[in-house]
């Protein structure tokens, strides 16, 4: 076992013992909070795919991660309600129906923005991409039948089979699972004779399609399945909160994870999860004391950047990617 490996199991141990010790001392709180971080986590796990492996760096991931988000708020409240959505489709509150509900709409969009998007590089794909995020945000916030700027609520936690998803430390066993699934999903990418070409598009382009294979397509399919990802991470962030926010879809939510790829190390396993467990802790340590608590984030970013390029788990792993 390298000390990846080993730094990994690590985090993923951790994650799941503090809720758990949480509940045994009777502070569910905290259990909301390593829920909140495994959810993040996955969203930048999704995100890591294309940007990683991929080299894409999307800066409107937003709009999927708001994407799933609505889902979960949409299938619900046509639930309660008991009326028909779009095309006579019935809601639903089965979270397991919401999850493919949310890979299949955000993979869905995702398919006509990357195939426009990726005929572009650089910075114009980041500005493109932004501009996509940015017209579904502006579109989710004058829909007024899903309550437009003011969001739209849940008004009871969607359920999943055999679990009591109200009690905390169940949700956070499904966001847990669920988040371990993706991490898996990433690393068979990763180890997979597709992931070896993706990475290999992100290097030379040329010599990809030298022998017969098409960087276009590939990079289109690991930017579809990056929002699917995304999109089911979104929907735990709705049923977390209760609530599907306009504010899911903002530029700043993209940005958020990215800087959550960047901390915890681009293209590493699980530098989606050691980012997200910093993220958290500095918003929930710093956020009741200073209302710029982000400036210490930024410091520290600052510092990964310029001393720390694989990120924290390069700093305390080494050079090895393959945890």
């Not at 998007?117 to 493109?128: A, D, N, Q, W």
């Not at 098409?214 to 209760?242: E, H, K, Q, W, Y």
């Amino acid at each position: 076992m390298n000390r990846e490996t080993l730094f990994n199991t690590v985090l993923a141990v951790l994650l799941l013992v503090l809720p758990l010790a949480a509940v045994a001392i009777g502070e569910p709180f905290y259990v909301t909070l390593a829920t909140r971080m495994a959810i993040l986590a996955l969203a930048a796990v999704g995100l890591n795919l294309a940007l990683g492996l991929g080299g894409l760096v999307s800066f409107g991931h937003a709009a999927f991660f708001g994407i799933g988000g609505y889902v979960a708020g949409i299938f619900a409240s046509h639930a309660f309600n008991q009326e028909p959505m779009l095309f006579g489709f019935e809601g639903s509150d089965q979270m397991p129906v919401i999850w493919l509900s949310a890979m299949l709409v955000s993979a869905l969009v995702a398919v006509p923005i990357g195939a426009i998007s990726l005929r572009t590089s650089g910075v114009y794909f980041i500005m493109i991409t932004l501009a996509f995020a940015q017209m579904i945000y502006y579109f989710a916030i004058s829909w007024p039948a899903y309550g437009g700027e003011d969001g739209l609520s849940i008004l009871t936690r969607n359920a999943f089979p055999g679990l009591n998803t109200a009690q905390p430390i169940s949700f956070f066993l499904i966001c847990y699972g669920l988040l371990m699934a993706g991490l898996l999903l990433f690393w068979f990418v990763r180890n997979s004779r597709f992931g070896a070409a993706l990475q290999a598009a992100r290097q030379n382009e040329a010599r990809v399609a030298a022998v017969g294979i098409a960087p276009f397509r590939i990079r289109l399919a690991a930017f579809a399945m990056s929002a699917a990802i995304t999109g089911v991470a979104g929907a735990l962030f709705a049923d977390l909160n209760r609530f599907a926010s306009p504010s899911m879809l903002s530029w700043q939510m993209s940005g958020e994870l990215i800087v959550l790829i960047v901390l915890g190390g681009t293209a590493r396993l699980f530098g989606p999860v050691a980012g997200a467990i910093l993220f958290v802790l500095f918003e929930f340590a710093l956020g009741g004391l200073t209302e710029r608590w982000q400036l210490f984030l930024g410091l520290i970013l600052l510092g990964v950047v310029l001393f720390a390029r694989g990120g924290l788990i390069g700093l305390f792993a080494g050079k090895a990617r393959h945890g």
